[in-house]
């Protein structure tokens, strides 16, 4: 059925980091992602898929002696065009496309191992984020419309979301995600 679609509900986990120029070194932050999504199936080997999600990004990184995590929460609007490989009951995918993310969040926390402060940093963090997502996944049918997927991607970030003033420090987003879930034919 060529013309069908599919809505679907999604979790995952987040491993964000971001990209910082000059070189700083940061590590990673862990964090969910969840939403739904839409297949639209043009053919049986092209789909395209919108969705809305959570996901939880930032960074740490450590200095002289405080420890520093940056937690980033956005609502993101991926657009994904799938190419799938059509087998019977397992259907394996590659998928690209632009990701827009807007931000709730933004929290910068602070600790040197006796005191610990937080602080809302969204008016030194962009309110658009920008990337493009590259996945491959696999769709699993386990009913008549019903389906179950994994999917393994990585967001590259294209925007600079620092917006302190006068700081030519550029900090782009990036992730590494692992994401399931359930559609249903509609």
Request: no cysteine.
């Amino acid at each position: 059925n060529a013309q069908k679609m599919a809505i679907g509900i999604e979790g995952g986990v987040n491993i964000a980091n971001v990209s910082v120029n000059p070189t700083t070194t940061t590590d990673s932050r862990t964090g969910l992602i969840v939403g739904t999504l839409l297949d639209v199936n043009f053919t049986q080997q092209i789909t395209l898929t919108p969705g809305i999600r959570f996901t939880m990004k930032g960074f740490s990184n450590t200095v002289n002696t405080v420890n520093n995590t940056v937690k980033l929460n956005y609502l993101e609007f991926p657009v994904l065009l799938k190419i799938r490989f059509p087998l019977t009951e397992i259907k394996p995918y590659l998928a690209a496309g632009p990701v827009l993310g807007l931000n709730l969040s933004a929290n910068l926390d602070q600790s040197n191992g006796t005191q610990s402060a937080t602080t809302d940093i969204s008016s030194s963090t962009e309110s658009i984020d920008f990337g493009l997502l590259f996945a491959g996944g696999m769709d699993f049918k386990v009913g008549m419309n019903t389906a179950l997927f994994f999917q393994v991607g990585y967001q590259l970030g294209l925007s600079n979301i620092n917006k302190t003033a006068n700081n030519t420090t550029t900090i782009k987003n990036n992730a590494f995600q692992i994401t399931g879930g359930v559609k249903f034919g509609i």
